[in-house]
């Protein structure tokens, strides 16, 4: 069975005049998102091939309505139509119609309405066209095509073509725009901004660019870089962290009002850029049928996320094993922490024998305890389920500098699971060496 490519559609989005480069550009980043096909058509407007996308998003109304949604949340006021060809796609959202298309003949009908005043031809054309008795497009495009280009001169020939365009008559070729390798993206500001808070509005749209160039890398960063550059001093510096690798500009988002709303600018922000050095490899997911883990997942990075931001880099970080008998050094801290969708943990792998139960919460320091007739006592006996375990480890480090004044030791100890005399699950030792005794070390969630 043969398999024929779909054919071409064109979504135009078109921008207030007078429109910074720069903005355009971030425009164009997010479009990645949307589609790998995206044209810059100065000074105002960007061109998304959309025909080849449509089942991805579930049709066109879904994508169109999901592309609105965006740029209303990036604050951009931009008219949207789409049509077969770029160039009536253009002029349709030119006028302001929100036509959407999808085949020639819809696409001619619409464009035959346009008032010549509503697309962008050079107007020494469109007033020789409207003393021709030319009132819209379809008027136009009745006249002689050979005789309207000489009469039209010196844009003749240029006016006939961009209609012949427009109409699916000649071939419209577009470059197609090129995304960079690495990400840097800078928005100039409209006016120096003195409050943090306020630079929100214009970062999103450096956010949502970031996310579009990721999906179409189909990558995901651990942490970026935003510069906020002052007229009169070297620019600020604010990094975001991320709980893993992710291109979802909500987390970015997140992420960045909480570091914004606690930052205090030492002088006027002039413009920002947003940069991405290290990008790591994220194909897409597959969600599940009924919800869950991955959610789960995503949820709790985007707490550990928004903790980091609230309270530091330093204060919220994670635990990954380490080589060590000894269970006060068997764990390291580690900036970033791994987060695990729901059901899955660490594990053993096969043929390696597990090792004894350890407890969820591992006491700063042992807690020396009393013994009554033999047996370890807190608030009364403590009865003995399993055990003992014995660890004997670390003479090479003993006496050894382990930091903050405490030194490493050697351990050698017997290891109970016991239970309390109120129901509670402790994970206890006998030290071995002199002067021995019992020890809380742990307790079991």
């Not at 810059?40 to 998003?57: D, H, M, T």
């Amino acid at each position: 069975m043969s398999h024929h490519p779909p054919p071409p559609l064109w979504l135009a989005l078109h921008l207030p005049p007078a429109q910074p480069p720069d903005q355009l550009e971030a425009l164009a980043f997010w479009a990645g998102g949307v589609t790998p096909r995206v044209s810059l058509v100065s000074p105002a407007g960007l061109l998304l091939e959309i025909g080849g996308c449509l089942r991805l998003w579930g049709g066109l109304d879904r994508l169109v309505a999901a592309v609105a949604a965006d740029l209303h949340a990036q604050g951009q006021a931009t008219a949207l139509a789409a049509a077969p060809t770029p160039q009536g796609a253009l002029w349709l959202a030119q006028s302001g119609t929100g036509a959407l298309a999808t085949d020639l003949a819809a696409m001619r009908a619409r464009l035959d309405a346009l008032p010549l005043a509503a697309i962008d031809l050079p107007a020494a054309v469109r007033d020789k066209l409207e003393r021709f008795g030319a009132r819209t497009l379809a008027d136009a495009r009745r006249l002689p095509r050979d005789g309207l280009a000489r009469r039209l001169a010196p844009h003749g020939v240029e006016a006939v073509l961009a209609i012949a365009r427009a109409y699916g008559e000649a071939a419209d070729p577009r470059p197609d725009f090129a995304f960079p390798e690495k990400f840097s993206q800078q928005i100039e500001m409209p006016a120096p901004v003195e409050a943090a808070a306020a630079l929100l509005f214009v970062a999103r749209r450096l956010t949502a660019a970031l996310a579009g160039w990721l999906e179409l890398r189909q990558g995901g960063v651990d942490g970026c870089v935003l510069e906020l550059a002052h007229s009169a001093r070297e620019a600020t510096h604010l990094v975001l962290r991320f709980a893993e690798a992710t291109r979802d500009s909500r987390r970015f988002e997140r992420v960045l009002r909480e570091r914004l709303e606690r930052l205090a600018l030492t002088a006027p922000v002039a413009a920002l850029r947003l940069k991405a050095e290290t990008v790591e490899a994220l194909p897409g997911k597959n969600g599940a049928l009924f919800g869950g883990g991955s959610l789960a997942a995503t949820a709790m990075a985007a707490l550990v996320e928004r903790l980091r931001a609230r309270l530091g880099e330093d204060s919220v970080y994670g635990l990954a094993p380490h080589a060590d008998h000894r269970p006060e050094c068997a764990t390291r801290k580690v900036c970033t922490p791994r987060v695990l969708p729901a059901g899955r943990s660490g594990g053993t792998a096969a043929g390696v024998i597990a090792a004894p139960p350890r407890p969820f919460w591992l006491l700063e320091r042992p807690e020396a305890l009393a013994e009554v007739d033999g047996r370890p006592w807190r608030r009364g006996a403590l009865r003995l389920l399993a055990g003992p375990e014995r660890i004997e480890s670390g003479w090479w480090q003993s006496g050894e500098a382990k930091g903050e004044g405490e030194l490493f030791s050697d351990v050698r100890r017997d290891y109970f699971v016991a239970l309390t005399a109120d129901s509670r699950w402790a994970w206890i030792f006998r030290e071995l060496r002199a002067p021995g005794g019992w020890y809380l070390h742990g307790w079991f969630a």
